[in-house]
C-alpha cells in the first residue's frame, strides 16, 4: 500500500496534481460502483450543492452532479474497505508530509448525461477546512468521446484529465481553479476532501 500511497504524493509534488492508476484495486473500485449504481437506481442520491451547511445554495448552474455520502455508520463492507484505505492514507500523509490532516469527507458522485460543473476552487468561502481534494473515477471504458474531463486550469496552461477506471487524482483544495466538462454518458466516481 505504501508504494501506492507514494506514489501519489510523489505526483502530487512533481506536477500539483497527484495522479497514480491503481490507487483502488480493482474488487474495491468494482463493489463501490455496483453500491453507487444500487443507489442511484433507488433514488438515493440528491442534488449537490455548492456551499457548507451555513450556505449551501442549489444551483444547477453551477453544477449538475448528484452525490451520496459515505459513512461508516452504514455497516457497508466495502464503504468500511475504503475507509480503511484512506485512515491508512491519512496516517502515511501525515507522516511522511507533516500534513496534519483530522479527518475527512467523501461522497459517491454521478454526473448523469449533459451534466458539469463549473470553474471552482475546492474550500469554502467561511472556511478553510478542506486541505486536499482526491477523486476516484469508477467508469470503466471511457472513450475521448464520452467527455466529462476533469480541467485544471494552472496558471500557464489546462491540464485534461479524463475520468478512466481507477484512476486517482489529488491536488490542494485551495490552489487549483478546475472544472467537470459536460460528460456525454453517466460518470461515476467518489469524491472527498482530507481535512483539518
Ligand atoms: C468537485 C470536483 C472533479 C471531478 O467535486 O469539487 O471538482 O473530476 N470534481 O469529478
Ligand atoms: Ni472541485
Request: contains cysteine; glycine residues 6%; neutral net charge.
Amino acid at each position: 500500500m505504501k508504494k501506492i500511497f507514494n506514489a501519489i504524493i510523489d505526483s502530487y509534488i512533481d506536477t500539483k496534481v497527484g495522479i497514480t492508476e491503481n490507487f483502488l484495486n480493482e474488487k474495491l473500485a468494482l463493489d463501490l460502483k455496483a453500491n453507487l449504481l444500487a443507489l442511484y437506481a433507488g433514488n438515493e442520491l440528491t442534488q449537490a450543492g455548492t456551499g457548507n451547511k451555513s450556505g449551501l445554495v442549489h444551483n444547477k448552474n453551477n453544477r449538475s452532479d448528484i452525490i451520496y455520502w459515505l459513512d461508516r455508520a452504514h455497516n457497508n463492507a466495502s464503504e468500511n474497505v475504503f475507509f480503511d484505505l484512506m485512515d491508512a492514507f491519512v496516517l502515511h500523509l501525515n507522516e511522511t508530509c507533516y500534513t496534519g490532516i483530522t479527518s475527512y469527507e467523501f461522497h459517491y458522485t454521478l454526473y448523469e448525461k449533459g451534466s458539469f460543473y463549473t470553474k471552482h476552487m475546492d474550500q469554502f468561502r467561511n472556511s478553510d477546512s478542506r486541505q486536499f481534494s482526491m477523486i476516484m473515477y469508477l467508469n470503466a471504458d471511457w472513450k475521448k468521446e464520452d467527455g466529462g474531463e476533469l480541467s485544471i486550469h494552472h496558471k500557464d496552461r489546462l491540464q485534461n484529465i479524463s475520468p478512466t477506471n481507477g484512476k486517482s487524482v489529488f491536488f490542494k483544495s485551495n490552489e487549483l481553479l478546475h472544472e467537470v466538462l459536460c460528460t456525454n454518458v453517466p460518470r461515476l466516481s467518489i469524491t472527498g476532501w482530507l481535512k483539518k
